[in-house]
């Protein structure tokens, strides 16, 4: 068994795959930054998990659940020593939009189906991961995921405003829904937006002191204290069930079909924003990082996620750099966050009169980043097609809220159509050298675009009818498939049956095995000679 991690090939087994960092001189150090860093990630990771889990439709214990169990189980294999896994607002919502399809938000239903979604998007990530395919990921273009991620950044605002204004909204499309709420004043709870409005100033200021200030766990501290004395009447938290929750197998996984497709997008969707932060952290450190052995992390957090009374999570890139900034050394730090979060676990009762306001506001600031209009429009500078895909599936993520995941496919599907459509297109510039006629394709030479070459080769041929000779140069061209090939094949011996002498050059290296087959015998390399 051979499977790569951390710079080196492991090839004694998965108990050499799974192994933690050997003690020597700066072990003890190292353990210390670690337990220091996790438990720094800890007081954000707790709070946000509770703010998370109402996102996605579910009680708020059910993030604490995810946060306990999910970091743990990632920590046991995982390539990135920084990633922090565990709830997050994109899969938050993503769960929200494929789970209200058939149950209730807020229901047991609802959380036994987000918990069977969870292992299924587990599922995924770990037959992706063994079978080497964590690189699939990256299908999701950039314009897609821009699109994606501002429309979803807006969704969720949208969705905590009348958490942020001490009201409550009407399932379905979040954008109506805070439409509905700003319109009517009269709903508004005041206190519970003295409260919003303080969170989101201490976060604000603390983000100016320092990134290791721990603003979210401070706000959620003074807001339970004045919530608690001040006889706060606003929505709150709530009573939650301490201790660790029930674990078992007997979940409604008859909905399995149903909830595939949502799972395999949620999977890779997921999937994007950790690859990106723990490529980045790989690159500025210059260490290795194994995008399989990733997604094989993330899958087995999942799994223990859903099974433990979750649901679905992923990186999350903000305390990914607060773990980096306090210090951590290996991925023991996820395994420490995680201990810390299940040390909460008994402690919830110390929830129950937290304001729903500060969790709406602590979603608002962390999200607020994702919103990228600047990038949208510098996408239109860059590219028009692409820029048309961007905005496109910006609009569709909006217009199909909550089903956010159905935006998702569509925007793939865009993508691929005008990838498709740029590359149906060869252009063929064509110049005369006496009775010599040179053609220089350009573009990408395969089944698709190969009825083109050949109509454009014969109309060419027809307006050169003085032509004794041909020459087609081949450097412009990209891959060349099979049909590219006999297209191309096709053409010559049409100019060759019609008196022409025909001859390649310039083929390109990527070509040259396919073309050199289809017109044997090649006299040299890089040029091909026909004659009649």
């Known amino acids: 068994m051979s499977i790569p991690g951390g710079g080196e090939r492991v090839r004694h087994g998965i108990g050499r795959f799974v192994r933690w960092p050997r003690r020597g001189s700066g072990w003890a150090t190292s353990l210390s930054r670690d337990v220091v860093a996790g438990v720094s990630v800890a007081f954000v990771l707790v709070p946000q998990s509770l703010a998370y889990a109402q996102l996605a439709g579910l009680p708020a214990e059910h993030g604490l659940y995810s946060a306990a169990f999910a970091p743990i189980a990632a920590a046991v294999i995982a390539s990135s020593p920084y990633l922090q896994t565990g709830p997050t607002a994109i899969t938050s919502l993503l769960v929200l939009g494929a789970v209200s399809a058939h149950a209730p938000a807020g229901t047991a239903e609802f959380a036994q189906l987000a918990a069977v979604l969870a292992v299924l998007v587990g599922g995924w990530r770990l037959l992706l991961g063994f079978v080497r395919g964590g690189p699939l990921a990256y299908l999701l273009s950039q314009p897609v995921l821009l699109g994606f991620t501002t429309a979803t950044g807006l969704l969720i605002i949208c969705a905590q405003l009348p958490a942020v204004l001490g009201t409550s909204a009407a399932d379905g499309n979040p954008l109506l829904g805070a439409l509905a709420v700003i319109t009517d004043p009269a709903s508004w709870h005041w206190g519970a937006v003295l409260f919003a409005l303080a969170a989101v100033a201490v976060m604000l200021l603390g983000r100016r002191i320092s990134p290791l200030f721990p603003a979210v766990l401070l706000i959620t501290i003074i807001a339970i204290v004045v919530s608690a004395i001040a006889g706060y009447s606003g929505p709150t938290v709530g009573r939650l069930p301490a201790g660790l929750p029930e674990f078992t197998l007997l979940l409604p996984w008859d909905k399995v079909p149903a909830l595939l497709v949502p799972s395999l997008i949620i999977a890779?969707?997921?999937?994007?924003?950790?690859?990106?932060?723990?490529?980045?952290?790989?690159?500025?450190?210059?260490?290795?990082?194994?995008?399989?052995?990733?997604?094989?992390?993330?899958?087995?957090?999942?799994?223990?996620?859903?099974?433990?009374?979750?649901?679905?999570?992923?990186?999350?890139?903000?305390?990914?750099?607060?773990?980096?900034?306090?210090?951590?050394?290996?991925?023991?730090?996820?395994?420490?966050?995680?201990?810390?979060?299940?040390?909460?676990?008994?402690?919830?009762?110390?929830?129950?009169?937290?304001?729903?306001?500060?969790?709406?506001?602590?979603?608002?600031?962390?999200?607020?980043?994702?919103?990228?209009?600047?990038?949208?429009?510098?996408?239109?500078?860059?590219?028009?097609?692409?820029?048309?895909?961007?905005?496109?599936?910006?609009?569709?993520?909006?217009?199909?809220?909550?089903?956010?995941?159905?935006?998702?496919?569509?925007?793939?599907?865009?993508?691929?159509?005008?990838?498709?459509?740029?590359?149906?297109?060869?252009?063929?510039?064509?110049?005369?050298?006496?009775?010599?006629l040179h053609l220089r394709p350009r573009g990408v030479l395969y089944f698709a675009s190969a009825p083109a070459l050949e109509e454009t080769f014969t109309r060419l041929l027809a307006?050169?009818?003085?032509?004794?000779?041909?020459?087609?140069?081949?450097?412009?061209?990209?891959?060349?498939?099979?049909?590219?090939?006999?297209?191309?094949?096709?053409?010559?011996?049409?100019?060759?049956?019609?008196?022409?002498?025909?001859?390649?050059?310039?083929?390109?290296?990527?070509?040259?095995?396919?073309?050199?087959?289809?017109?044997?015998?090649?006299?040299?390399?890089?040029?091909?000679?026909?004659?009649?």
């Open 268 to 436: 890779l969707v997921g999937f994007a924003e950790p690859s990106a932060i723990a490529r980045r952290y790989a690159a500025a450190d210059r260490h290795n990082w194994d995008p399989n052995r990733e997604m094989i992390s993330q899958g087995l957090a999942n799994v223990a996620a859903g099974l433990g009374g979750g649901y679905a999570v992923g990186g999350s890139f903000s305390r990914t750099a607060l773990n980096r900034l306090a210090g951590a050394r290996t991925r023991l730090s996820g395994a420490v966050s995680g201990v810390a979060a299940l040390a909460f676990l008994p402690l919830t009762g110390l929830f129950e009169s937290l304001p729903t306001a500060v969790l709406g506001a602590i979603v608002i600031v962390a999200v607020a980043p994702l919103v990228h209009p600047r990038s949208m429009w510098n996408l239109w500078t860059f590219t028009r097609p692409q820029a048309v895909v961007g905005l496109l599936t910006f609009v569709l993520t909006l217009a199909l809220a909550p089903r956010v995941e159905r935006a998702v496919l569509l925007g793939i599907g865009l993508a691929i159509a005008v990838h498709l459509w740029r590359e149906l297109h060869i252009t063929v510039p064509h110049w005369t050298e006496g009775d010599t």
């Open 463 to 532: 307006e050169h009818v003085d032509a004794r000779a041909l020459v087609v140069h081949c450097e412009g061209l990209g891959r060349v498939d099979l049909t590219g090939a006999l297209a191309l094949k096709a053409v010559l011996d049409d100019a060759a049956a019609a008196g022409i002498e025909t001859e390649l050059r310039e083929v390109p290296p990527q070509a040259q095995a396919v073309i050199s087959r289809v017109l044997q015998p090649p006299p040299g390399p890089g040029r091909l000679r026909r004659s009649s």
